[in-house]
């Protein structure tokens, strides 16, 4: 009795210390770490059930994507008012031929007491992403735990159902990344899966309803698989109101491509994917930049890249490029933003309508700085500079007399500064202007 009792506060003090770690990134304060955590109420008593239930020899597991990310999580599954505690856990193997099987436990109130109702093993040994969501829309919530299968076979779907006393697994399906949204428009949500093959290169997204029984697929279409990875996956939509997946993967470290999958007439498509050569190749860039909403109007913008001025007769390694966000309304493109983004400075200038074409750059890597000068067509080269911007370290920018620059930002180790060399011509920025076309990254 004293051992369990031992094991338990032990468990107690590393559930508290993983939850203050997980949950907040940085601890905000070590005192709080090296202090017992007083597990009190609820949360207590939910820790102390799933101990009752699993005994000794577990350690919680935490999902390592999605937005939860603690081991314990507490939801209504059932609809009926009061939350259940869906915890994490694996069973530590005994010896080093085995792996540890991590498992799902659901702990419901049950006569006033927190008390396990359900147990079920994995096919993994990590906990990839859990994630609840009303799919049949009928006020119940699906849970959906991904497992990360053995021998970095990729993942696993669990898709159960609570009914108050015990659940149910109603599917199982393998996948890369998977997350939850309405993507047929319906009101409810659906389950969006993607999987990738690396080895056979080919990746689907495919899309499942749930009626509160029975998982049925409403659609599947290839996308591009000659890719590393998934480099992220974002719901949005396209201008006319129809919801849309927005897909960007690596094609190499310093190149990627967006696939945009969504439903028409019905059927799931993904236009920019070219099956007769396996690839996307409408929106491959050598960017970083991922699909986001850069002018804040509610719809996804795609980045591509357009070779500055000047750089076209130099090597891959020494060219530079625009970032253009395009607008794509479900059969064509628009421009909306052209930008310069400069990872090493940290920071990203849009291209007044105006420069495109008319200004190029000339860059400083080492010093983070950037000239931008108008192109002159003639000699095929940078000519007059108009602006130069520079990020600075706080205590060198300090030291010397910046009263000429122009703040644009600073943090705790970094002031941004700009020289406005050209004042006047159609192509110099006026301070205010600057303001709205400086971004730090
Ligand atoms: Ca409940
Ligand atoms: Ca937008």
Known sequence: MVRIRERFCAFVILTALCCLTSCSGIPGDTRDLLQAPKATGDVGEIQRALFDYAGGGISLRYPHNGENRTAFLLTDLDGDGTEEAVAFYAVVASSDEEMDVVHVNIIDRVDGEWRSVFDAETLGSAIDKVAVADLSGNGKQTLLIGAQLFGAAG????LYTYDGRTASLRAQENYTQFLVGDLMGRGSDQLILLSL???EHVSSVAVYTFDGVTV???GAVAT?????GYT???????PDGRPAL???AAKSALSLVTDVVFFHEGELVSPFYDPTVGETQLTLRNSAEVCRDVDDDGMIEIPSTELLPGYGERSEAERIYLTVWRRFDGSRFSDVMCADTFAAGGFRLV???RWRGNVTLVTDNANRMRSYRLYDEERQTAGT???RLRAYDVDVYERFDHTELIELARDENTVWAARLVTTEGPYAVTEDELMTLFSVL
């Open 232 to 238: 992220q996956a974002l719901l949005g939509k396209l």
């Open 216 to 218: 049925e697929r409403q």
């Open 351 to 353: 291209f007044p309508d």
């Open 246 to 248: 927005f897909l960007d």
């Open 385 to 387: 500079e108009i602006l």
């Open 224 to 228: 591009d698989g000659n890719v590393s």
């Open 197 to 199: 093959d690396g080895t």
């Open 155 to 158: 993942n696993q779907l669990n």
